[in-house]
T-cell receptor, first 115, second 116 residues
Framework: AQTVTQSQPEMSVQEAETVTLSCTYD???????LFWYKQPPSRQMILVIR??????QNATENRFSVNFQKAAKSFSLKISDSQLGDTAMYFC????????????FGKGMKLTVNP | NAGVMQNPRHLVRRRGQEARLRCSPMKGHSHVYWYRQLPEEGLKFMVY????????ESGMPKERFSAEFPKEGPSILRIQQVVRGDSAAYFC??????????????FGPGTRLTVL
């Protein structure tokens, strides 16, 4: 069974600074994908970034990048130049290719960006 | 292209009543997933459906919960005889016929169920 762990329940950062959100996962599968989702107060789930496990190169989307350490089963999200609109819950998730391909989520982390 | 639609957005039921949650997938999407988010928790998978078929219901409670995705119309998540513990946000996600190595899921805005 897959598990995803986010051990930091809450973080805060000053606007324009950089922050890193941590996530570890466990899976026995070889073909899987990892995701970070953002859930603002509107509760809409928004995909921030995805990483294919077979790719060594870390994914990057504008101000968002990941540090994927496959051997350590670690998948952290770095947000550069934090903006007030980044304030939200952030969820790490995994998906195993094949089968029903359901997403397995961590408990989430509340990020607050302060002006 | 409209996104995934869920209605109602908010639903209040008294204990013992039935709750019906609807999900209209994105145009062209034939796969639907339902997830439940309890307060202070991440989303938990409930059920995966394709048109007229339940593919995986391993996350569904054994009693009172059912789901369908008919040939025509939205997917329905039905909760009979609701209890306070059913209070949660219920999210639907849809994905297209496979055009990538995995089913990319697009989420709806969720239905917040409150049981009094």
């Amino acid at each position: 069974a897959q598990t995803v762990t986010q051990s930091q329940p809450e973080m805060s950062v000053q606007e324009a600074e950089t922050v890193t959100l941590s996530c570890t996962y466990d899976t026995s599968e070889s073909n899987y994908y990892l995701f970070w989702y953002k859930q603002p107060p509107s509760r809409q789930m928004i995909l921030v970034i995805r990483q294919e496990a077979y790719k060594q190169q870390n994914a990057t989307e504008n101000r968002f990048s990941v540090n994927f350490q496959k051997a350590a089963k670690s998948f952290s999200l770095k947000i550069s130049d934090s903006q007030l609109g980044d304030t939200a819950m952030y969820f790490c998730a995994s998906l195993t290719q094949g089968g029903s391909e359901k997403l397995v989520f961590g408990k989430g982390m509340k990020l607050t960006v302060n002006p | 292209n409209a996104g995934v639609m869920q209605n109602p957005r908010h639903l209040v039921r008294r204990r013992g009543q039935e709750a019906r949650l609807r999900c209209s997938p994105m145009k062209g999407h034939s796969h639907v997933y339902w997830y439940r988010q309890l307060p202070e928790e991440g989303l938990k998978f409930m059920v995966y459906l394709q048109k007229e078929n339940i593919i995986d219901e391993s996350g569904m409670p054994k009693e009172r919960f059912s789901a369908e995705f008919p040939k025509e119309g939205p997917s329905i998540l039905r909760i009979q005889q609701v209890v306070r513990g059913d209070s949660a946000a219920y999210f639907c996600a849809s994905s297209p016929p496979r055009d990538r190595p995995y089913n990319e899921q697009f989420f709806g805005p969720g239905t917040r169920l409150t049981v009094l």
